[in-house]
C-alpha cells in the first residue's frame, strides 16, 4: 500500500495550477482532500507521476446563499454541515453530507473532488443532479459551465477535460420538501442504493418532483420518468409504485459484495419510496 | 503499633488485589501514544523486507526474473526459494505438524502467497523493487471449494502423493484422497448411529461456519537483528508465544537456543492471527544474516487480511435426537474442514481440530460422535482460533443452532429445551460424551437469572403480537429473540494432552522481591491488549501482601522471561495465572519463616492476614511483607536463604469450563435485510474475578467481534480463488456505530482445581456471541418456516430469506 514515487506541487494560484497541468498533461492531476486520490494511489491503481495540490489555491473555497447557491470546490463536507444558512436554504446538503463516509473523511473530503472523482459511489453527484446544479470547470481556454445532469459518462470518465480544473457548483435554491435516504452496511460505506428527492407540494398534489438515485450504475442516475411519475399526483401509493418502477427502469445494478442485482433493485425501490415519502412529509 | 487507625478493609483496599476495578496500568501509555510496538522499533541501518506475493491461486512458476528490481535505487537483495533451498529454508514447518512454503517453491497455492522478498533501504524502495520483480505463471486449475477438492482429480500439493501415485500418509494418520489433510474422530460410533435411528425425534441440519480473519489492528511483522560479531540473533515481533517461536527458530535454523533473542513488544491485537510462524519471520532472519544488518518486515492491512491465519471455514452437518418431551439422546456431528493450502492450525498436537469434542455444550448427551476430515484448497492457511480456544467458536455455534434446529422440529420453545437438557449443578465434575471432564458449572441459576432479567416470556409475548401485526401488514419489521448458552474450554492445558511440537502447555511465572518491598514478575505469556500488567499484579498482590501499585509484570523477552506457552486461547489466567499464585504462595511460604523468626515464635504459630504475618491469637504482634522482604535482605536467619524469589511452573490438571447465557433483541426490516440491536444482555460466568472492569472491557469487544462476524465479517473468495474481501471497505470491522449497548451480568462459579478459582474470560463473549446473533437472526423468521440460513446475515443475505419465504410477495 505504497504509491510509486510521485513529484509534489503546490502552486498558490489558478495560473500556477494550469501551467502545470499543460506541461505534464496526462501525467499530472490535482488533488482535494486526497481521500478518494491517495487510496487509489497506494493501491496503484492511479499512477500520478505530479501531483497538484489545490489547498494554497485561492479562490476555490466558501459558500454564498441567495436565490442561486454557490459552494466553491474546495469546501468541505464538514464544511457543509456546520454551514447553517446553507443547511435553512437547502437541507438535503446537510442531510446526504452526514450520511457520507465519518468525521475524519468529512474534514477532507471536498465537494469539488466528490462530484468531479466520477465514481459512481460518491453520493453528491446523484444529488446534484437532483438539484440540477451546474458545475464551473476553468482550463487553459478560460471557464465553461456544465450541467451535473450531462457532466457523467460512465465511471470515471466525465464531462471535464484533463486540463481543467473544477471551481464551483451552482444551483437554485430547492424548492419543497427534500430527502437523501441511503442504505449502507456501516458506517463509512458507500450506498447499497442512495435517493436523493426534492418535492413541490401545490394544494394536495405534486408540482414537481426531482429524483437521483446513486451507486446502482456506472453513473449517478437522474430519472425524469420517476420525478414525473410523482407530479400530478398526491403521492399516494399508486404514483409512488409508479415512480419506483420508473426508476427501476433507469437503474442498471451490478452485483458486487453489498449484493446480488435482485436484491439491490429490491433495495433501490424500497429506499427511493422511503425518501419520496419523507420528502413528502416534509413538502 | 504503626497504623492502628488503619481498618483490615483498608489494608484490603489498599493493595488493589483480586476483585478490584484497578485501572489499566497500561494504558498511561497506551493513550499518550507512547507504546512500543514492532514497527516502533528502529536500528541503525535497519533494511526493510518485502513479499512480491502471487496475484493467481493456484499456478505454476515458470520464471522468477529479479534483475530489474536489482537495479531500482536502494533494492539490496531479492531473495526466492531458489535461495532458501540450500539453507533448507524454502519450507517451514506448521504448528499443525504440516509444513509450508516460506517463498513459492515452483508453484503458488493461494492468492497473495509469498514469492519472493525484496529487501531495501526502506519501505519505498522495497515497493518499488516488488513491482519491478517478473514472475511468469502458468494458471492452474483453481479449488476453492472443500467438497469439491476431494472429488478432483488435481493435485494440489505433491507432497501429498506417494510414489506409487496413492495418497501418502499425513501428519495425523492416512488420507483418504490426495488433497485430504486428516480424519480425527472422536466418541462413540456406532452407539451414537443406534440411539440416532431408533430415537423418537431427529433433526437434521448442514450449516456453514464462513471464513473469517481475526484482524488485529495492528498487522504482523518483526525485526529480526543477527549480531555477527557475538553469533546471537534478536527478534522482535508480533509473537502471540515468543518462547515457542524461540524453540522453532532454533529448531529450523540450526542457531543455538542460547544464541536467540525473542522480544514481544506492546502487541496491539492478535485474537489467534499472532500465534504461527510466518514467511515474513524466516525471510527476516535469513535477510539479516545475508546482509548483516537488521532488517524489519511489516505488514500491510490487505496483506494481513488476506495471507495470514484466517478463522473458521467449517463447514458442520449435524444430526441430534430426542424423546417426544425433549431430553436429547445423541448427537452427531461431521465438518469438512477447509485448511487452504496449508494446514497451519495452531492447535495442540493431538487435536488436529482443536477442541471441536466440546460440542456437546452444556447439554447432557449421553452418546455422541464427532469426525473431522481436513481438506487442502486454493486458498491461504491459518485456522487459527479467532478469540477462542481451538474450534470452540465452531463446536458453541454447532450446538446451539442445533438446539434451535431441535426446538422447531419438537415445537418447543427453545428456552425451555435448553433447561430440560443443561447439566445439573450436581452432576458435576461431568464426564462429557466426547470426552472431557467438565470442572464445574451451574447452568440453571445462570439462564434463570438471564431469562428474569430480559424478561423473557413478556419478549415472546411481543413478538407473538409483531407476528400478527406483519401477518396483518401493519409492520414490515421482524422481532428476533436469540438465545444462547455456551461453554468454553479453555485454559490449554494440562501437559498429558496438550503440547505444540512437542512443548508442554504449561506456563510459568517467576517473582523477585526487592527489599523495599516492590517487586517484579516474570511470565511466559504475552498480553496483546488484555491487560496482564494490571491483572497478575492483582492476583500478587492478594497472594503476597504487597500492593499491586508496587508490582512490575514483564513478559514477551525470551531472555529474562521464564518459559511459557504463550498467550492465545483464553489460557493466560487459568494457567500462567495460576502459575502466578503458587509461585506467590512459595513467596508467601518463605515469607512465613522469616516471620516467625523475627517474631521469635514457631513457623506454625503465625498466620498470614492480608499484607502481614501475625502471631495467632495475638493481631498486634506481626510483621508486614514491607517488613518481611527487608529481613529476608539483610538478616541472617538460620536455615533459611537470602533473598525472597520464587519460580513456578504450572501444569493444570484439567482445563476451565466458563460459561454465560446470552440473549440479543433484535429488530429486522424484511424489506432492506437491515438489522438493529434492540438489547444485548449477556451472563459470564468465569469463576473467580480478578478485576470486573477488565472482565467487562473484555466482553464488550468479545461481543463486538462476535456481532461482526455473525452479521458481515467474511473472507470471501471468488471462483478463481480470488480474495474478494481484502481491504476493510469490504471486510466489515465494526465501529462505536454499529455496535449496540451491551448489558453484562454474572454469576460466579469457581473453578475447583484452579489455585484462585479463576477460569479465563476473554473469549466467552466471542464464543456465546456469534450463536446468540445469529439466533436472534434464525428466531425472527422461525414463525415464517425458517430452519437453517449460513452466515454472515449482512443485509443482501437476510434480504434473500426474506425473499425464500416470500415475504416480499
Ligand atoms: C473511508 C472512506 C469512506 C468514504 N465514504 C464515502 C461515501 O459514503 N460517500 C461519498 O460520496 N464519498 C465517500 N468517500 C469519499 C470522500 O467523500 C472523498 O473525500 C471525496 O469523494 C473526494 O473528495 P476529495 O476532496 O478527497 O478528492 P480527491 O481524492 O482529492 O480527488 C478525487 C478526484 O477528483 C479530482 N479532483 C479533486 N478536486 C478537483 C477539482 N477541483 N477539479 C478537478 N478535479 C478534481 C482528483 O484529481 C481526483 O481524480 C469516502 C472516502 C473514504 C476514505
Given at each position: 500500500?505504497i504509491?510509486?514515487?510521485?513529484?509534489?506541487?503546490?502552486?498558490?494560484?489558478?495560473?500556477?495550477?494550469?501551467?502545470?497541468?499543460?506541461?505534464?498533461?496526462?501525467?499530472?492531476?490535482?488533488?482535494?482532500?486526497?481521500?478518494?486520490?491517495?487510496?487509489?494511489?497506494?493501491?496503484?491503481?492511479?499512477?500520478?507521476?505530479?501531483?497538484?495540490?489545490?489547498?494554497?489555491?485561492?479562490?476555490?473555497?466558501?459558500?454564498?446563499?441567495?436565490?442561486?447557491?454557490?459552494?466553491?470546490?474546495?469546501?468541505?463536507?464538514?464544511?457543509?454541515?456546520?454551514?447553517d444558512?446553507?443547511?435553512?436554504?437547502?437541507?438535503?446538503?446537510?442531510?446526504?453530507?452526514?450520511?457520507?463516509?465519518?468525521?475524519?473523511?468529512?474534514?477532507?473530503?471536498?465537494?469539488?473532488?466528490?462530484?468531479?472523482?466520477?465514481?459512481?459511489?460518491?453520493?453528491?453527484?446523484?444529488?446534484?443532479?437532483?438539484?440540477?446544479?451546474?458545475?464551473?470547470?476553468?482550463?487553459?481556454?478560460?471557464?465553461?459551465?456544465?450541467?451535473?445532469?450531462?457532466?457523467?459518462?460512465?465511471?470515471?470518465?466525465?464531462?471535464?477535460?484533463?486540463?481543467?480544473?473544477?471551481?464551483?457548483?451552482?444551483?437554485?435554491?430547492?424548492?419543497?420538501?427534500?430527502?437523501?435516504?441511503?442504505?449502507?452496511?456501516?458506517?463509512?460505506d458507500?450506498?447499497?442504493?442512495?435517493?436523493?428527492?426534492?418535492?413541490?407540494?401545490?394544494?394536495?398534489?405534486?408540482?414537481?418532483?426531482?429524483?437521483?438515485?446513486?451507486?446502482?450504475?456506472?453513473?449517478?442516475?437522474?430519472?425524469?420518468?420517476?420525478?414525473?411519475?410523482?407530479?400530478?399526483?398526491?403521492?399516494?401509493?399508486?404514483?409512488i409504485?409508479?415512480?419506483?418502477?420508473?426508476?427501476?427502469?433507469?437503474?442498471?445494478?451490478?452485483?458486487?459484495?453489498?449484493?446480488?442485482?435482485?436484491?439491490?433493485?429490491?433495495?433501490?425501490?424500497?429506499?427511493?419510496?422511503?425518501?419520496?415519502e419523507?420528502?413528502?412529509?416534509?413538502? | 503499633?504503626?497504623?492502628?487507625?488503619?481498618?483490615?478493609?483498608?489494608?484490603?483496599?489498599?493493595?488493589?488485589?483480586?476483585?478490584?476495578?484497578?485501572?489499566?496500568?497500561?494504558?498511561?501509555?497506551?493513550?499518550?501514544g507512547?507504546?512500543?510496538?514492532?514497527?516502533?522499533?528502529?536500528?541503525?541501518?535497519?533494511?526493510?523486507?518485502?513479499?512480491?506475493?502471487?496475484?493467481?491461486?493456484?499456478?505454476?512458476?515458470?520464471?522468477?526474473?529479479?534483475?530489474?528490481?536489482?537495479?531500482?535505487?536502494?533494492?539490496?537483495?531479492?531473495?526466492?526459494?531458489?535461495?532458501?533451498?540450500?539453507?533448507?529454508?524454502?519450507?517451514?514447518?506448521?504448528?499443525?505438524?504440516?509444513?509450508?512454503?516460506v517463498?513459492?517453491?515452483?508453484?503458488?497455492?493461494?492468492?497473495?502467497?509469498?514469492?519472493?522478498?525484496?529487501?531495501?533501504?526502506?519501505?519505498?524502495?522495497?515497493?518499488?523493487?516488488?513491482?519491478?520483480?517478473?514472475?511468469e505463471?502458468?494458471?492452474?486449475?483453481?479449488?476453492?471449494?472443500?467438497?469439491?477438492?476431494?472429488?478432483?482429480?488435481?493435485?494440489?500439493?505433491?507432497?501429498?502423493?506417494?510414489?506409487?501415485?496413492?495418497?501418502?500418509d499425513?501428519?495425523?494418520?492416512?488420507?483418504k484422497?490426495?488433497?485430504?489433510?486428516?480424519?480425527?474422530?472422536?466418541?462413540?460410533?456406532?452407539?451414537?448411529?443406534?440411539?440416532?435411528?431408533?430415537?423418537?425425534?431427529?433433526?437434521?441440519?448442514?450449516?456453514?461456519y464462513?471464513?473469517?480473519?481475526?484482524?488485529?489492528?495492528?498487522?504482523?511483522?518483526?525485526?529480526?537483528?543477527?549480531?555477527?560479531?557475538?553469533?546471537?540473533?534478536?527478534?522482535?515481533?508480533?509473537?502471540?508465544?515468543?518462547?515457542?517461536?524461540?524453540?522453532?527458530?532454533?529448531?529450523?535454523?540450526?542457531?543455538?537456543?542460547?544464541?536467540?533473542?525473542?522480544?514481544?513488544?506492546?502487541?496491539?491485537?492478535?485474537?489467534?492471527?499472532?500465534?504461527?510462524?510466518?514467511?515474513?519471520?524466516?525471510?527476516?532472519?535469513?535477510?539479516?544474516?545475508?546482509?548483516?544488518?537488521?532488517?524489519?518486515?511489516?505488514?500491510?492491512?490487505?496483506?494481513?487480511?488476506?495471507?495470514?491465519?484466517?478463522?473458521?471455514?467449517y463447514?458442520?452437518?449435524?444430526?441430534?435426537?430426542?424423546?417426544?418431551?425433549?431430553?436429547?439422546?445423541?448427537?452427531?456431528?461431521?465438518?469438512?474442514?477447509?485448511?487452504?493450502?496449508?494446514?497451519?492450525?495452531?492447535?495442540?498436537?493431538?487435536?488436529?481440530?482443536?477442541?471441536?469434542?466440546?460440542?456437546?455444550?452444556?447439554?447432557?448427551?449421553?452418546?455422541?460422535?464427532?469426525?473431522?476430515?481436513?481438506?487442502?484448497?486454493?486458498?491461504?492457511?491459518?485456522?487459527?482460533?479467532?478469540?477462542?480456544?481451538?474450534?470452540?467458536?465452531?463446536?458453541?455455534?454447532?450446538?446451539?443452532?442445533?438446539?434451535?434446529?431441535?426446538?422447531?422440529?419438537?415445537?418447543?420453545?427453545?428456552?425451555?429445551?435448553?433447561?430440560?437438557?443443561?447439566?445439573?449443578?450436581?452432576?458435576?465434575?461431568?464426564k462429557?460424551?466426547?470426552?472431557?471432564?467438565?470442572?464445574?458449572?451451574?447452568?440453571?441459576?445462570?439462564?434463570?437469572?438471564?431469562?428474569?432479567?430480559?424478561?423473557?416470556?413478556g419478549?415472546?409475548?411481543?413478538?407473538?403480537?409483531?407476528?400478527?401485526?406483519?401477518?396483518?401488514?401493519?409492520?414490515?419489521?421482524?422481532l428476533?429473540?436469540?438465545?444462547?448458552?455456551?461453554?468454553?474450554?479453555?485454559?490449554?492445558?494440562?501437559?498429558?494432552?496438550?503440547?505444540?511440537l512437542?512443548?508442554?502447555?504449561?506456563?510459568?511465572?517467576?517473582i523477585?522481591?526487592?527489599?523495599?518491598?516492590?517487586?517484579?514478575?516474570?511470565?511466559?505469556?504475552?498480553?496483546?491488549?488484555?491487560?496482564?500488567?494490571?491483572t497478575?499484579?492483582?492476583?500478587?498482590?492478594?497472594?503476597?501482601?504487597?500492593?499491586?501499585?508496587?508490582?512490575?509484570?514483564?513478559?514477551?523477552?525470551?531472555?529474562?522471561?521464564?518459559?511459557?506457552?504463550?498467550?492465545?486461547?483464553?489460557?493466560?489466567?487459568?494457567?500462567?495465572?495460576?502459575?502466578?499464585?503458587?509461585?506467590?504462595?512459595?513467596?508467601?511460604?518463605?515469607?512465613?519463616?522469616?516471620?516467625?523468626?523475627?517474631?521469635?515464635?514457631?513457623?506454625?504459630?503465625?498466620?498470614?492476614?492480608?499484607?502481614?504475618?501475625?502471631?495467632?491469637?495475638?493481631?498486634?504482634?506481626?510483621?508486614?511483607?514491607?517488613?518481611?522482604?527487608?529481613?529476608?535482605?539483610?538478616?541472617?536467619?538460620?536455615?533459611?536463604?537470602?533473598?525472597?524469589?520464587?519460580?513456578?511452573?504450572?501444569?493444570?490438571?484439567?482445563?476451565?469450563?466458563?460459561?454465560?447465557?446470552?440473549?440479543?433483541?433484535?429488530?429486522?426490516?424484511?424489506?432492506?435485510?437491515?438489522?438493529?440491536?434492540?438489547?444485548?444482555?449477556?451472563?459470564?460466568?468465569?469463576?473467580?474475578?480478578?478485576?470486573p472492569?477488565?472482565?467487562?472491557?473484555?466482553?464488550?469487544?468479545?461481543?463486538?467481534?462476535?456481532?461482526?462476524?455473525?452479521?458481515?465479517?467474511?473472507?470471501?473468495?471468488?471462483?478463481?480463488?480470488?480474495?474478494?474481501?481484502?481491504?476493510?471497505?469490504?471486510?466489515?470491522?465494526?465501529?462505536?456505530?454499529?455496535?449496540?449497548?451491551y448489558?453484562?451480568?454474572?454469576?460466579?462459579?469457581?473453578?475447583?482445581h484452579?489455585?484462585?478459582?479463576?477460569?479465563?474470560?476473554?473469549?466467552?463473549?466471542h464464543?456465546?456471541?456469534?450463536?446468540?446473533?445469529?439466533?436472534?437472526?434464525?428466531?425472527?423468521f422461525?414463525?415464517?418456516?425458517?430452519?437453517?440460513?449460513?452466515?454472515?446475515?449482512?443485509?443482501?443475505?437476510?434480504?434473500?430469506?426474506?425473499?425464500?419465504?416470500?415475504?416480499?410477495?
Amino acid at each position: 500500500m505504497i504509491p510509486a514515487s510521485f513529484e509534489y506541487h503546490r502552486p498558490n494560484d489558478m495560473a500556477g495550477v494550469l501551467s502545470i497541468l499543460e506541461e505534464h498533461g496526462d501525467d499530472a492531476r490535482v488533488m482535494a482532500g486526497g481521500h478518494s486520490l491517495i487510496p487509489m494511489m497506494k493501491l496503484r491503481m492511479a499512477d500520478v507521476p505530479h501531483l497538484i495540490d489545490l489547498q494554497d489555491v485561492g479562490g476555490l473555497g466558501g459558500i454564498t446563499v441567495g436565490d442561486t447557491i454557490t459552494i466553491g470546490a474546495m469546501v468541505t463536507q464538514s464544511d457543509i454541515i456546520l454551514h447553517d444558512a446553507l443547511a435553512d436554504a437547502a437541507p438535503i446538503l446537510r442531510e446526504a453530507s452526514l450520511q457520507i463516509a465519518d468525521p475524519q473523511v468529512r474534514y477532507m473530503g471536498t465537494v469539488g473532488g466528490n462530484v468531479a472523482n466520477g465514481d459512481p459511489g460518491n453520493d453528491m453527484p446523484g444529488l446534484m443532479q437532483c438539484l440540477d446544479a451546474t458545475f464551473t470547470v476553468v482550463g487553459p481556454n478560460g471557464e465553461r459551465k456544465i450541467p451535473a445532469r450531462d457532466f457523467y459518462e460512465a465511471a470515471y470518465m466525465t464531462g471535464r477535460e484533463d486540463d481543467e480544473v473544477m471551481t464551483a457548483v451552482s444551483f437554485a435554491k430547492p424548492a419543497g420538501g427534500h430527502a437523501y435516504e441511503k442504505q449502507k452496511r456501516k458506517i463509512g460505506d458507500y450506498a447499497t442504493a442512495a435517493a436523493a428527492v426534492q418535492i413541490v407540494k401545490n394544494g394536495g398534489t405534486c408540482a414537481s418532483a426531482s429524483i437521483a438515485m446513486t451507486n446502482l450504475s456506472d453513473t449517478p442516475v437522474y430519472s425524469a420518468a420517476a420525478g414525473d411519475a410523482l407530479v400530478g399526483t398526491s403521492v399516494d401509493g399508486d404514483a409512488i409504485k409508479a415512480a419506483v418502477g420508473a426508476m427501476l427502469n433507469d437503474i442498471d445494478p451490478v452485483e458486487d459484495n453489498r449484493g446480488p442485482v435482485a436484491f439491490k433493485r429490491h433495495v433501490a425501490g424500497v429506499i427511493l419510496a422511503r425518501a419520496i415519502e419523507r420528502a413528502w412529509s416534509r413538502a | 503499633m504503626k497504623d492502628e487507625a488503619v481498618t483490615r478493609e483498608d489494608r484490603v483496599a489498599s493493595l488493589k488485589g483480586m476483585g478490584c476495578s484497578r485501572k489499566r496500568v497500561e494504558d498511561a501509555r497506551f493513550t499518550q501514544g507512547k507504546g512500543n510496538y514492532v514497527d516502533d522499533i528502529k536500528l541503525d541501518g535497519m533494511l526493510f523486507g518485502d513479499f512480491v506475493r502471487s496475484p493467481y491461486a493456484h499456478a505454476k512458476i515458470t520464471n522468477i526474473d529479479t534483475s530489474a528490481a536489482m537495479e531500482v535505487p536502494g533494492v539490496l537483495a531479492v531473495l526466492t526459494a531458489a535461495d532458501l533451498a540450500p539453507l533448507g529454508l524454502h519450507w517451514m514447518p506448521t504448528l499443525a505438524g504440516d509444513k509450508q512454503m516460506v517463498l513459492a517453491d515452483g508453484k503458488v497455492l493461494f492468492q497473495g502467497q509469498e514469492v519472493a522478498f525484496v529487501v531495501a533501504e526502506d519501505r519505498y524502495a522495497a515497493a518499488d523493487g516488488i513491482e519491478a520483480v517478473e514472475v511468469e505463471y502458468e494458471e492452474l486449475p483453481v479449488i476453492v471449494d472443500p467438497f469439491e477438492a476431494l472429488q478432483s482429480d488435481v493435485v494440489l500439493r505433491p507432497d501429498t502423493v506417494g510414489e506409487d501415485g496413492s495418497p501418502s500418509d499425513g501428519a495425523h494418520g492416512p488420507r483418504k484422497h490426495h488433497n485430504h489433510i486428516f480424519t480425527w474422530e472422536c466418541g462413540d460410533k456406532d452407539p451414537t448411529e443406534q440411539v440416532i435411528a431408533n430415537a423418537e425425534v431427529v433433526a437434521e441440519e448442514s450449516m456453514y461456519y464462513h471464513r473469517t480473519h481475526p484482524c488485529p489492528l495492528e498487522t504482523c511483522g518483526c525485526v529480526a537483528s543477527m549480531d555477527k560479531v557475538n553469533g546471537k540473533l534478536t527478534l522482535w515481533g508480533t509473537f502471540q508465544a515468543p518462547h515457542a517461536i524461540r524453540t522453532v527458530v532454533s529448531l529450523i535454523s540450526g542457531i543455538e537456543e542460547h544464541n536467540i533473542r525473542v522480544i514481544s513488544p506492546d502487541i496491539g491485537g492478535g485474537f489467534g492471527n499472532k500465534v504461527g510462524a510466518y514467511p515474513g519471520y524466516v525471510c527476516s532472519v535469513v535477510a539479516s544474516i545475508v546482509t548483516g544488518k537488521p532488517v524489519k518486515w511489516i505488514e500491510d492491512r490487505m496483506d494481513n487480511l488476506m495471507t495470514t491465519a484466517f478463522a473458521r471455514d467449517y463447514w458442520m452437518k449435524g444430526r441430534i435426537s430426542a424423546t417426544k418431551d425433549g431430553k436429547i439422546t445423541g448427537l452427531h456431528c461431521h465438518v469438512t474442514a477447509d485448511h487452504g493450502g496449508f494446514d497451519a492450525c495452531a492447535d495442540p498436537t493431538k487435536f488436529p481440530a482443536g477442541f471441536m469434542n466440546i460440542c456437546t455444550g452444556s447439554y447432557d448427551i449421553p452418546t455422541a460422535f464427532l469426525e473431522v476430515d481436513g481438506v487442502y484448497t486454493n486458498k491461504a492457511p491459518g485456522g487459527v482460533s479467532y478469540r477462542c480456544s481451538f474450534r470452540v467458536t465452531e463446536a458453541v455455534y454447532f450446538i446451539e443452532r442445533m438446539i434451535e434446529v431441535l426446538a422447531i422440529e419438537l415445537d418447543m420453545d427453545a428456552s425451555e429445551l435448553r433447561k430440560i437438557n443443561f447439566i445439573k449443578k450436581e452432576q458435576f465434575p461431568y464426564k462429557a460424551a466426547l470426552g472431557w471432564e467438565y470442572d464445574s458449572g451451574d447452568y440453571h441459576t445462570a439462564w434463570d437469572k438471564a431469562m428474569k432479567a430480559v424478561d423473557y416470556d413478556g419478549l415472546r409475548a411481543e413478538q407473538k403480537q409483531r407476528i400478527e401485526d406483519f401477518k396483518a401488514g401493519k409492520t414490515r419489521k421482524l422481532l428476533g429473540i436469540g438465545l444462547t448458552h455456551f461453554t468454553e474450554i479453555v485454559g490449554a492445558g494440562p501437559v498429558k494432552n496438550c503440547d505444540i511440537l512437542g512443548l508442554g502447555m504449561f506456563d510459568s511465572c517467576e517473582i523477585r522481591i526487592h527489599p523495599t518491598g516492590s517487586a517484579i514478575a516474570r511470565l511466559g505469556t504475552i498480553s496483546q491488549g488484555q491487560g496482564h500488567a494490571t491483572t497478575f499484579a492483582q492476583i500478587l498482590a492478594s497472594e503476597i501482601g504487597l500492593p499491586a501499585d508496587s508490582i512490575t509484570i514483564e513478559e514477551g523477552d525470551t531472555d529474562t522471561a521464564p518459559y511459557g506457552l504463550g498467550t492465545y486461547g483464553s489460557r493466560s489466567t487459568p494457567v500462567a495465572g495460576a502459575a502466578t499464585a503458587m509461585a506467590g504462595r512459595k513467596i508467601r511460604a518463605k515469607a512465613q519463616m522469616i516471620a516467625a523468626y523475627l517474631l521469635e515464635v514457631h513457623d506454625d504459630d503465625v498466620e498470614f492476614d492480608v499484607d502481614r504475618f501475625v502471631v495467632k491469637g495475638a493481631p498486634e504482634k506481626f510483621k508486614t511483607m514491607k517488613e518481611i522482604a527487608f529481613a529476608a535482605y539483610n538478616q541472617a536467619i538460620p536455615g533459611v536463604e537470602p533473598g525472597l524469589e520464587a519460580v513456578s511452573y504450572y501444569d493444570p490438571p484439567n482445563m476451565t469450563y466458563p460459561f454465560g447465557a446470552y440473549v440479543c433483541v433484535m429488530e429486522i426490516d424484511v424489506d432492506t435485510g437491515v438489522t438493529d440491536i434492540r438489547q444485548f444482555y449477556a451472563l459470564d460466568d468465569c469463576g473467580t474475578r480478578i478485576n470486573p472492569m477488565i472482565i467487562e472491557g473484555q466482553i464488550h469487544g468479545g461481543l463486538t467481534e462476535a456481532l461482526a462476524v455473525a452479521l458481515g465479517q467474511e473472507i470471501a473468495y471468488d471462483d478463481m480463488g480470488n480474495v474478494k474481501t481484502g481491504t476493510l471497505m469490504d471486510f466489515f470491522l465494526p465501529t462505536a456505530w454499529e455496535v449496540p449497548n451491551y448489558e453484562t451480568d454474572h454469576t460466579v462459579t469457581p473453578s475447583p482445581h484452579h489455585p484462585i478459582g479463576a477460569k479465563g474470560v476473554g473469549e466467552s463473549p466471542h464464543v456465546g456471541g456469534v450463536p446468540c446473533f445469529s439466533n436472534a437472526v434464525h428466531d425472527a423468521f422461525r414463525a415464517f418456516g425458517l430452519r437453517q440460513t449460513n452466515m454472515p446475515h449482512d443485509h443482501w443475505r437476510i434480504w434473500r430469506t426474506a425473499n425464500e419465504l416470500g415475504l416480499h410477495d
